[in-house]
């Protein structure tokens, strides 16, 4: 919505003979609207004294509004520049749960759509997840996708049901193979979209509804989001320092489905230790469960040795493993794979063509190209070499302003931090205040699905360039002493 249009809205709304004041009325207006997305991210309002004007209302009583909407994060003001909507409030506020009962949503569909939403779309410090994006490759990368699309055979206009690109599997399998120990045959993969896609695959192929699923406490949303869309009951397991741990789960519970991050525990950071994993591939061999293996950002390991992944193990016939192209090429390519256990594979080729349909193998082409001619290898080593720098700048920045008051993850791996913030520091007010002026804090605490909950900040360093991390690093050194 357009400054204009803001005017226009204002003035059909306002009731000058109404209950409230008008500059409740003002308030409640501007921040439905926020909250129903008419007015988007970084919309610029008008100024005060000309709202007022038009609105032929007293200038303080829009102040008092504007003033009510930044302190509670919808707006935030760039001085000189004016007063504008916050991205981080704009893709959080949706419409209430009473709101979305009457538009005729089933109960997992409440569910779904009810769930703390974190901001998408977010750069700069310290979105978690984003890659370096201004260093990627673009060029090589066009230049394969120009070659594949205009030498693409006519059958690849069509459906597709290979399970993938046969080259793309077969450069995907040496790949796991060489560099995450994974035991697997091209035939075992199953190129999708997305590991979110993969998640919700496989929840609906090995689960039927109000099965239980253990989940990672603190753990990923979007594992949270495909169990919770196939209808499953969610244990939440906590995770100690050895990653997910089965004895600190409820006594009866039996999972049909267990899903862990071994490698880099989202979003604790922490590596599953060897004991952890056998004891958890014996629990799904004796109880015929299945555990999902996400190793999502295990080529950014930055100590000397990777661990190898759960599948890999032992020849498990029990573990679905699931990669994503989202961290070490970019998000919005939407490619990812599963390595499937033998005697699932045909199942799982057919629902996915049954559920999703195939397709986009001229994308897979380049990709597969892409690895083939080593970009990938060479991009993945340039980018930890980035990002252990970066890493080590957000972690010296923040110990010289706060010393150890704030203490932060191993970081042995992946692409950011959590800084463990004391009780007495709410991090989702903190988060807030820090969203008025562009900072992004993700708190931990969002992350937590059970009854026990920590505070702390997930910081996303990769894609954040170094003058951002030292300024924002600062920034947040300043907005957490007080509060210490
Ligand atoms: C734990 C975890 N798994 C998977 C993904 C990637 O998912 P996708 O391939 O759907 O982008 C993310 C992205 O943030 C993640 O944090």
């Known amino acids: 919505m357009h400054a204009d249009w803001i005017i226009d809205y204002l003035q059909g709304q306002l009731q000058r003979q109404g209950q409230s004041t008008l500059s409740q009325q003002v308030y409640k207006l ?14 610029a309002l008008p100024a005060s004294r000309m709202l007022a004007q038009a609105l032929q209302i007293g200038r303080n009583t829009v102040l008092a509004a504007y003033d009510q909407l930044l302190a509670e994060g919808y707006l935030y003001s760039r001085p000189g520049a004016g007063t504008f909507v916050s991205p981080a409030f704009s893709s959080l506020g949706q419409p209430t749960a009473t709101a979305r009962g009457h538009a005729g949503l089933s109960q997992r569909g409440q569910a779904l759509s009810e769930q703390y939403r974190l901001p998408t779309g977010l750069t700069g410090a310290f979105a978690p997840g984003l890659p370096e994006l201004r260093q990627f490759p673009h060029a090589v990368w066009q230049r394969l996708q120009h070659q594949h699309n205009r030498q693409a055979p006519s059958h690849w206009w069509h459906y597709q049901q290979e399970g993938g690109l046969p080259a793309l599997r077969q450069a995907i399998c040496t790949y796991l193979q060489l560099s995450r120990s994974v035991h697997c045959q091209p035939e075992q993969i199953l190129v999708v979209q997305g590991a979110q896609q993969a998640l919700e695959l496989t929840a609906r192929l090995l689960t039927d509804p109000a099965d239980q699923a253990w989940m990672e406490d603190p753990g990923y949303a979007g594992a949270q989001a495909a169990m919770q869309a196939a209808g499953l009951h969610i244990i939440p397991v906590p995770v100690d320092s050895e990653g997910l741990n089965p004895a600190a789960a409820p006594p009866d519970s039996r999972p049909r489905l267990v899903y862990i991050t071994p490698s880099h525990q989202y979003p604790s950071g922490v590596v599953m230790s060897l004991a952890r994993r056998l004891e958890l591939l014996q629990h799904a061999e004796a109880d015929n ?72 193998y001229a994308q897979q082409a380049a990709l597969a190209d892409f690895i083939e001619q080593g970009h990938f290898a060479r991009h993945i080593r340039r980018m930890r070499d980035l990002y252990r720098i970066r890493q080590q700048l957000l972690r010296s920045t923040l110990q010289q302003a706060v010393g150890e008051a704030i203490p932060l993850s191993s970081g042995q791996a992946g692409m950011h931090l959590v800084a463990s913030l004391p009780p007495s520091i709410n991090d989702q007010q903190l988060s807030q205040q820090a969203a008025r002026e562009q900072l992004w804090l993700r708190p931990l605490s969002r992350h937590f699905l059970g009854a026990q909950q920590r505070n702390g900040l997930v910081l996303g360093y990769a894609g954040v360039e170094d003058n951002d991390i030292r300024r924002s690093a600062l920034r947040l050194a300043q907005l957490v002493e007080p509060l210490l």
């Open 30 to 43: 501007l921040r439905e609207a926020i909250a129903r997305q008419q007015l988007v991210a970084d919309t």
């Open 289 to 360: 469960s299945w555990i999902i293996e996400d190793d999502y950002d295990s080529e950014f390991r930055y100590d000397a040795q990777p661990i190898a992944s759960l599948q890999g193990l032992a020849d498990s016939a029990r573990v679905i493993y699931i990669g994503t192209f989202s961290k070490v090429m970019f998000p919005a390519m939407r490619l990812a794979y599963l390595v499937i256990p033998p005697a699932l594979v045909d199942a799982f080729r057919s629902a996915y063509a049954r559920l999703y349909r195939e397709g986009c």
